[in-house]
């Protein structure tokens, strides 16, 4: 075996040789916005790329999770050969063309924060995975470099609050009346679109019109055509996939970008790509200007901000520019995409009543001393649904376990929750009334399980005082104590500190 097909492991290298191609990449695509990449086969098949998706499946959470073959990253690694020997075969199996995806392997979840209703999710095998990967770090510097600044989800460096800083700063308020208020509002109605079923009735034949613009390779889209045909397995029972992305696979996220895409697209007159060369000046700037010139000439104006699948569109205008909208939005996307909006769950609302993206309550409220103002805000209901999950973690059946053990369950949730809320406004208030609540939980919970104990002894045994938090006593046993949510900081999000990914910051001439 040559030096260059060998599959050793030397990781530092593997990644630098990696970020320089996607560097290369990324340039290319931002400095040609109209142009399609044609030969990245190469760069998918190297062996330095094969082992970082082989380093990225290993470390991912979902190692230990088999395909329909029943292999896991373990497995591999101990079997005959181990990963350089299921490398070099994954390699030549790409390069001969015999390489075929197997079917996911399809479990139901439960959707958060809907008891009772679950979504699909397929899981590729480790084979599948690995090449899904390798594929992905080619062509995501290619798209990343061509996607909107008012698209979030599932690229790097981005998140849900980005997504809600943005759609905060864009509905604020910015022109003061006589009087010195803020009365008037960019922005008056939200379209809160939902498109049904989304990622299993995305189009092939749309998607890959999409994938063909940028990525001119045959070889490379040939393959991504069979991940997409390659069906799913449930109960040993085969199903074909003539539509959709199946959720689970590591390429999914990036394809369902692709053709979603197509929805910044459709307002591209007010949301100007910002990597136009054409233009003189920003991309974003342009915009603006536009934004404001239709705005003046009685003109409605619409500005989507999109969260994968989860999008809605800014209204500027009046309720029937809105509903027009709405309906012109449904038909484009039956026609162009093959997706469905919801009728029911597909509104029109104004901007001073709220509503609800990505987990928390947007709204405009009037206050007396400086006019309107943008809220984001944490639903009631979100709360009681906290509330929910920690009384149904300390119910009666669970006294016969220690309290370290229910504090371990408990405090991952608290902790993910509080992170998660920390921008809201008025959180700190919440947070700490959370806290009490857990406490008094908890209370309740040792209460029941020592029901033949003093009060005072129990508040002697297990309420001991904070070795995180000095000057506060909280539950604890043996080393674990109660998470205080109180004492997460809590800040306005800012979008400066969503980082850029590695590829997108140049730092002199790639190497590849």
């Known amino acids: 075996m040559t030096e260059e097909l060998s599959m050793d492991f030397d990781n530092q290298a593997d990644k630098a040789w990696l970020l320089g191609v996607q560097r290369k990449l990324y340039q290319w695509s931002k400095g040609t916005p109209e142009g399609a990449y044609g030969d990245v086969w190469n760069w998918v098949t190297d062996p330095r790329n094969l082992r970082c998706a082989w380093h990225s499946i290993a470390h991912n959470k979902g190692r ?5 073959d029943g292999l896991t990253v373990a497995k591999i690694a101990a079997g005959n050969g181990g990963v350089p020997l299921f490398l ?157 992305t199946p959720q689970g696979g590591v390429l999914s996220p990036l394809l369902a970008n692709i053709a979603l895409s197509a929805i910044e697209e459709r307002y591209w007159w007010w949301v100007k790509h910002p ?63 093959g997706l469905t909006l919801s009728e029911q769950k597909t509104r029109v609302t104004a901007l001073t009543e709220g509503f609800r993206f990505l987990g928390c309550l947007v709204r405009l409220k009037w206050d007396d001393r400086f006019g309107y103002w943008c809220r984001v805000e944490i639903p009631k209901e979100v709360i009681n649904d906290l509330r929910w999950r ?72 297990w309420h001991r005082p904070s070795r995180v938090h000095p000057g506060n006593h909280v539950w604890a046993e043996d080393g674990v104590e109660q998470y205080l949510m109180a004492y997460v900081r809590v800040v306005r999000y800012e979008l400066n500190w969503m980082k850029s990914p590695g590829f997108a910051k140049a730092f002199g001439e790639p190497d590849a």
């Open 64 to 68: 230990r999770t088999p395909g329909v």
């Open 88 to 244: 070099e075969g994954l390699r030549e199996a790409l390069r001969n063309g015999s390489y075929r995806p197997s079917p996911a392997k399809r479990k139901w979840i439960p959707k958060p924060g809907k008891p009772g209703k679950f979504r699909p999710l397929g899981i590729p095998t480790v084979a599948d995975r690995v090449v899904q990967c390798a594929v992905k770090n080619i062509l995501e510097p290619i798209f990343e470099a061509r996607f909107w600044q008012v698209s979030y989800g599932f690229r790097p460096g981005r998140g849900c609050h980005g997504a809600l800083e943005h759609i905060r700063q864009t509905i604020k308020p910015r022109k003061y009346g006589a009087d010195g208020m803020l009365r008037d509002p960019a922005y008056q109605w939200v379209i809160e679109a939902d498109i049904e079923g989304c990622f299993d009735n995305i189009g092939h034949h749309h998607l890959m019109d999409r994938v063909r613009k940028s990525c001119a390779d045959r070889k490379v889209n040939r393959l991504i055509v069979r991940f997409l045909k390659a069906g799913v397995l449930e109960d040993f029972i085969y199903s074909p996939t003539a539509t959709g």
């Open 275 to 337: 990597h136009d060369p054409k233009l003189r000046s920003d991309g974003a700037k342009r915009g603006a200007d536009r934004r404001k010139r239709d705005r003046e000439a009685g003109r409605p104006v619409f500005y989507p901000v999109r969260y994968a699948d989860d999008f809605l569109i800014l209204v500027s205008g009046s309720y029937e520019d809105a509903v027009a909208e709405r309906q012109a939005l449904a038909e484009w996307l039956r026609e162009e995409m």
């Open 390 to 461: 920690i009384k149904k973690v300390l119910r009666r059946q669970t006294q016969d376990r220690s309290l370290a053990s229910m504090l371990q369950e408990i405090n991952p949730i608290l902790r993910g929750w509080a992170n998660y809320y920390r921008h809201c406004i008025g959180a700190k208030r919440i947070l700490s009334a959370l806290d009490w609540y857990v406490r008094n939980r908890l209370w309740l919970w040792l209460r029941r399980k020592h029901k033949h104990i003093p009060a005072g002894r129990l508040t002697k045994v």
